[in-house]
C-alpha cells in the first residue's frame, strides 16, 4: 500500500546569502509524513530544523528541491498563494508564541478565523470550543500580558488549530515554558493528535520529543536518520522522563 503523504520534500537545499559568504543550512533534504501521524525533528543548534519547518509553513522559499503538501508542489507559489494555505490547512505554533499584545485571548483566537471569511458567529463558536478543549476559558477577557507563559502558549495552539488546519507545524513550542507547562503543552499535544492531527514539530530536548510516535534526527542539513517507534505510551506527554 502506497503511504498516504500529507508532506512530502525531495531533495530540499536552502542556502543564505552572509555578505559574501554563502551558507548552506538545507542539504537535500528528502522527508515524508504521513496524514495523521505526529513526527519530532531534532537536532543540534544550527542544523537547519527549523528552516526546515518555516519551509513547509511556506514562511520561506527553499533555494532549490520540492515541496508537496497532499500530492501537490507548492514550493513555488508566492507569498498570496501561501497565505491562503496557511489560512486554510497549515497551523502555526512558534516558540516565542507570537501573540498580538493589545488584543485579548478571545480575539488572538478568532483572528485567524475572520481574515480566512468565516461568519463572526462560527469563529466565536470555533473560539469558544478551543477555549474550553484547552482549559483557558478563564483567559477570554485578558491580554497576553496578563496570563502565564504556559497560557500563553494554550493560547497560540487554540489560534493555529481554529480553522481546522490538516497540519500543525510547531517550532520549539515548549521552548519558553517550565517543565509543569512542558507536560501540560505536550499533553494538549498529544490529545489533538489522537483526534487525528498530522503535527510536526522541532525540538531540540528528548522528552518532547518523546511524545511523537516518530523521530527524525538531523545534522549538518542533512536528515541522519528516522526512527518510527510507534505511539507514545498514553501518559508519555504528561509524565516525560529522562531521555534514553
Known amino acids: 500500500m502506497?503511504?498516504?503523504?500529507?508532506?512530502?520534500?525531495?531533495?530540499?537545499?536552502k542556502s543564505f546569502d552572509t555578505g559574501g559568504a554563502v551558507a548552506r543550512v538545507l542539504r537535500?533534504?528528502?522527508?515524508?509524513?504521513?496524514?495523521g501521524a505526529f513526527v519530532a525533528i531534532m537536532?543540534?543548534?544550527g542544523c537547519g530544523k527549523s528552516t526546515l519547518l518555516h519551509l513547509l509553513g511556506g514562511l520561506d522559499r527553499p533555494t532549490s528541491g520540492e515541496i508537496l503538501l497532499s500530492g501537490r508542489r507548492v514550493d513555488g507559489l508566492?507569498?498570496?498563494?501561501?497565505?491562503?494555505?496557511?489560512?486554510?490547512?497549515?497551523?502555526?505554533?512558534?516558540q516565542s508564541f507570537n501573540l498580538i499584545a493589545n488584543m485579548t485571548a478571545a480575539e488572538n483566537i478568532e483572528l485567524p478565523a475572520l481574515v480566512a471569511g468565516v461568519s463572526a458567529k462560527e469563529a466565536r463558536r470555533r473560539r469558544d470550543e478551543l477555549l474550553a478543549q484547552l482549559g483557558i476559558t478563564s483567559t477570554a477577557s485578558l491580554t497576553p500580558g496578563e496570563v502565564s507563559g504556559g497560557q500563553q502558549q494554550r493560547i497560540a495552539l487554540a489560534r493555529a488549530l481554529v480553522n481546522e488546519p490538516a497540519i500543525l507545524l510547531a517550532d520549539e513550542p515548549t521552548g519558553n515554558l517550565d517543565s509543569a507547562s512542558t507536560r501540560e503543552v505536550l499533553?494538549?499535544?498529544r490529545e489533538r493528535h489522537g483526534r487525528g492531527q498530522t503535527l510536526v514539530l522541532v525540538t531540540h530536548d528528548p522528552n518532547v520529543a518523546a511524545a511523537a510516535?516518530?523521530?527524525?534526527?538531523m545534522i549538518d542539513g542533512r536528515i541522519e536518520s528516522a526512527v518510527r517507534d510507534g505511539p507514545a505510551p498514553a501518559d508519555?506527554?504528561?509524565?516525560?522522563?529522562?531521555?534514553?
Open 2 to 13: 502506497v503511504a498516504d503523504l500529507i508532506i512530502e520534500t525531495r531533495n530540499l537545499h
Open 28 to 35: 537535500g533534504v528528502d522527508l515524508g509524513v504521513e496524514r
Open 43 to 45: 537536532g543540534p543548534s
Open 78 to 94: 508566492g507569498e498570496g498563494a501561501w497565505a491562503v494555505i496557511r489560512r486554510r490547512e497549515v497551523g502555526y505554533m512558534f
Open 187 to 189: 499533553a494538549m499535544l
Open 213 to 217: 510516535d516518530r523521530v527524525v534526527h
Open 236 to 244: 508519555a506527554a504528561a509524565t516525560p522522563g529522562p531521555a534514553p
